[in-house]
Nanobody
Framework: VQLVESGGDLVQAGGSLRLSCAAS????????MGWYRQAPGKQRELVAG????????NYADSVKGRFTISRDNAKNTMYLQMNSLKPEDTAVYYC?????????WGQGTQVTVSS
């Protein structure tokens, strides 16, 4: 399974971005998916997760009410809609997919929020 993120950009505080994660390869093996982020000097943290069918989601407290995770299994794509962005949301955002035997990671996309 290969994961490719896109949509990262420089945006002002209060703005919005939509990240995408396109999966290819053995996508039939993918179960849950999620978004992580890592800011400079900090540990990677879970931002949001979504079940295989999309019916169950979970969010970090810091993004609840501002971010929305979704997936379109027909397109093998997952999304993260980010609204009301804050400077503390600045990080590299990684897409992850749980497979049968392992977890897959994308290469990351940079999100920078200016104050």
């Amino acid at each position: 399974v290969q994961l490719v993120e896109s949509g990262g950009d420089l945006v002002q505080a209060g703005g919005s971005l939509r990240l995408s994660c396109a999966a290819s390869g053995s996508t039939f093996s993918i179960n849950a998916m999620g978004w992580y982020r890592q800011a400079p000097g900090k540990q990677r943290e879970l931002v949001a997760g979504i079940s295989s069918g999309g019916g169950s989601t979970n969010y970090a407290d810091s993004v609840k009410g501002r971010f929305t995770i979704s997936r379109d299994n027909a397109k093998n794509t997952m999304y993260l809609q980010m609204n009301s962005l804050k400077p503390e949301d600045t990080a590299v955002y990684y897409c992850t997919a749980v497979g049968i035997l392992r977890t897959y990671w994308g290469q990351g996309t940079q999100v920078t929020v200016s104050s």
